[in-house]
């Protein structure tokens, strides 16, 4: 192999590189599926996350967040993130939330959310304050800015708009409740969706998007669900 040969070569990997690092760099498109996550193969960088309650609750909340199999009667063989508070300020949200990357920067994006979750409450249930199925409105949300727990006035609010109950906020909508769907109690299997009413945010000037799913309650007492999928899809704007 002579010395040209050589170096037309070295010049074609090169530009095999190039290219390679700009469809790397490429942002994902504003239409299509950003996220389907079953939990399979982990957290995948989940994170679990409480507040609306006052800071003297803190104790009496005893939030949990974890990796964990599906509860009995559903199939232990299938993952999931489990959230259980104690809502002893009548107002608790629990949620998760996850960091999405690669997207176009400073770009307004329309989401449709699908969720499956396990939960053991049926529509008929009451308690205090309200039912933990029907009192429980369960919100989607996503926004450039981290959702995070922030303190003000000796309460811990969310840092971006989710709303209040079963009001909805800039940041979130409501796709549903709790209820399991049954007429007694036990752990099923539910789907819920903000299909019809999408919900657009715009990304931050990296490209990210912070999206989370969670239960804003009015029940006061002990609540345990099971995040098993969690699909944000880019639609175009209706």
Known sequence: MNRLTTSVLALLALVSV???DNQS??????????????????????????????VAQDSLIQFKFEYVKLPSPLDSTRKSLHVYGRNRSDDLFMFVRKKLTGLAPNTEYTLLFDVELASMYPENSIGIGG??????FLKAGASAQKPEKVKKDDFYHLSVDKGSQSDEGKNA????????????????????SNKGKPL?????????????????????????????RVKVTAVGKE
Do not use: H
């Open 173 to 192: 909508v409501i796709i549903g409740n709790v209820a399991n769907g049954k007429q007694e109690e036990g752990y099923a299997l539910i789907q819920r």
């Open 131 to 136: 039912s933990p199925a029907t009192s429980v």
């Open 200 to 228: 657009t945010v715009k990304t931050n000037e990296a490209g990210e998007l912070w999206v989370f799913v969670g239960t804003d309650s009015g029940f006061e007492g002990d609540q345990s669900l099971y995040y098993s």
């Open 18 to 20: 190039a290219c390679q």
């Open 25 to 54: 760099l490429t942002p994902k498109p504003t239409t299509g599926v950003l996220l389907d996550e079953t939990f399979a193969n982990g957290q995948n960088g989940w994170e679990g996350e409480y507040t609306d309650y006052g």
